[in-house]
């Protein structure tokens, strides 16, 4: 089947708060403009809306009768990006752009919203979680810790993202782990400065942070499982002003990435181990930080099984890749993965025009795949909750 008649008629609407979102974009936890649109679209369709959680956050909850709950997420923020593309509905606010396409999740989760709203074909409650802040600071982790759960119960819920460089229009999933977790750290060597042509009247910060760059690498490639995977990246290294002398300190920075949570809570200890013997070898003094950001997003069996079921009612099977391979990149999605079982997955954007990868000034979400994303929301609840 295809996309849902009732659905496709309003495509052109789907496109309309699109391209209003898209030339007005917000960053995290600013999204006032985008989620006074949501909630007012969400009231006009007579579906209950609640606000405040996470600042932004908006949630529409539609009850026909007794039976599940579900809950669909889409994410509303854009990114601190110039935007370079000159079409009509280019940013108007210089230095913020929808680079990643949330302004399309945003549109498809409405689309779907309005469908499910006026054709009440389900029993049970449905949750339209529309939440702010998800590049980096974790706003889903900010609405589950204020009570989304708890005030809204879901006993399974659903997210998507566009993935630019697939058919425009297919379903890319897998049960299991699908985005890695993303933490980050920062490391400050503390030396002793000294003339450079006497270095051994100081402790040189450059030459620990070097061998620790090079001692990190070694976690991943001699400590660990090779059939594992995980990923430390110094990202920044800042030292010294000059050719002559050596400077008191270094500081470093960096990312890490990693799929299964055993793994993930090992990296940190590991790194520890490796900064503080390379600095005490070689008598420099360490300040280590890790951060904890978003843990991987792991898709749950059963509702994958679900997913990928009305994918290809939706694409057809050709155009379901059930066993797509895992990104490195992270997703906060993750949190709600980790209190309520369900699904994650991409929809292609195009590998034509849509190609152009997300977080790039050039890039734009695909109009063509948001009756794709709201006839998958609606056939999912159509399902889950079946009447
Ligand atoms: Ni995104």
Known sequence: MPIINRVAEFHEQMKEWRHDIHAHPEIAFEENRTSDIVARELESFGIEVHRGLAK???VGVLKNGDGPSIGLRADMDALPIHEANEFEHRSKHDGKM???GHDGHTSMLLGAARY??????????INFIFQPAEEGEGGARVMIEEGLFDKFPCESVYGVHNMPGKDTGTFHLRSGPLMAAYDTFQIRVRGRGCHAAMPHQGVD??????QIVTALQTITSRNMDPIESAVISVTQIHGGDTNNVIPDGVFMEGTTRSFRPEIRDWLEPSMRRVVDGVA????????FDYLRRYPSTINHVPETAIAAKIAAEVAGDSRVTTDTPPVMGGEDFAFMLEKVPGCYLFIGNGDGEGACMVHNPNYDFNDEILPVGATYFSRLVETVLAA
């Open 205 to 210: 910060p450059i030459v620990v942070a070097s």
């Open 56 to 58: 932004t956050g908006v």
């Open 98 to 100: 929808h680079a990643c």
């Open 280 to 287: 005490t070898a070689l008598g420099a003094e360490i300040e």
């Open 116 to 125: 499910l709203s006026e054709t009440r074909q389900f029993k049970g409650t």
